[in-house]
T-cell receptor, first 114, second 110 residues
Framework: DTGVSQNPRHKITKRGQNVTFRCDPI?????LYWYRQTLGQGPEFLTY????????KSRLLSDRFSAERPKGSFSTLEIQRTEQGDSAMYLC???FGGGVLEQYFGPGTRLTVT | DAKTTQPPSMDCAEGRAANLPCNHS???????VYWYRQIHSQGPQYIIH???NNETNEMASLIITEDRKSSTLILPHATLRDTAVYYC???????????FGQGTILTVHP
């Protein structure tokens, strides 16, 4: 299966530490999205890339968050100086742009900040 | 993005049709309706989308009202594996994001 993959699947970190997550999209997909999901809520949009260009960022994405997609393939999401409120599931999705936006999601990275 | 409203929970007997409603009264003319579902501890899974006409695929059917202010997702023969949170969302082809509400928790009973 060549779906969207995310690593790590789980991350426990102490408050104040930096963490980085990786997303590998479906290979022919040029759009890549990051979402955050907390318990009992639907996913919330964070940012999206078309190829290597970051085209939209949510106001949820504070200056402690940065995302990159350097060669238009995989993407990384880094959170600096983590806070307990950053504890959530971080979801990555990809789609083939230029048409209807069927997004294919990865399994997510669950972050716990202690 | 159009705001969507869904009931928080629904029950369905196994083998029966599950009809999940969604209200999207503020949808604009070029916005599609999308349905996703999320099984516990997994990422959301795309189910179906539509603009004006009713749509059917191997997973479900989507019925959109003529005024496009609401839609219904139909799972024709629900199974226990269809127990999940179902999200209705709306967006256009030029949008980079999907806006999810809290969805409907569908529980399929034996």
């Amino acid at each position: 299966d060549t779906g969207v993959s995310q690593n790590p699947r789980h991350k426990i970190t102490k408050r104040g530490q930096n963490v980085t997550f990786r997303c590998d999209p479906i290979s022919e997909h040029n759009r890549l999205y990051w979402y955050r999901q907390t318990l009992g809520q639907g996913p919330e949009f964070l940012t999206y890339f078309q190829n290597e260009a970051q085209l939209e960022k949510s106001r949820l994405l504070s200056d402690r968050f940065s995302a990159e997609r350097p060669k238009g393939s995989f993407s990384t999401l880094e959170i600096q100086r983590t806070e307990q409120g950053d504890s959530a599931m971080y979801l990555c999705a990809s789609s083939f742009g230029g048409g209807v936006l069927e997004q294919y999601f990865g399994p997510g990275t669950r972050l716990t900040v202690t | 993005d159009a705001k969507t409203t869904q009931p928080p929970s629904m029950d369905c007997a196994e083998g029966r049709a599950a009809n999940l409603p969604c209200n999207h009264s503020t949808i604009s003319g070029n916005e599609y309706v999308y349905w996703y579902r999320q099984i516990h501890s997994q990422g959301p899974q795309y189910i179906i989308h539509g603009l004006k006409n009713n749509e059917t695929n191997e997973m479900a059917s989507l019925i959109i009202t003529e005024d496009r202010k609401s839609s219904t997702l139909i799972l024709p023969h629900a199974t226990l594996r269809d127990t999940a949170v179902y999200y209705c969302t709306a967006g256009g082809t030029s949008y980079g994001k999907l806006t999810f509400g809290q969805g409907t928790i569908l529980t399929v009973h034996p």
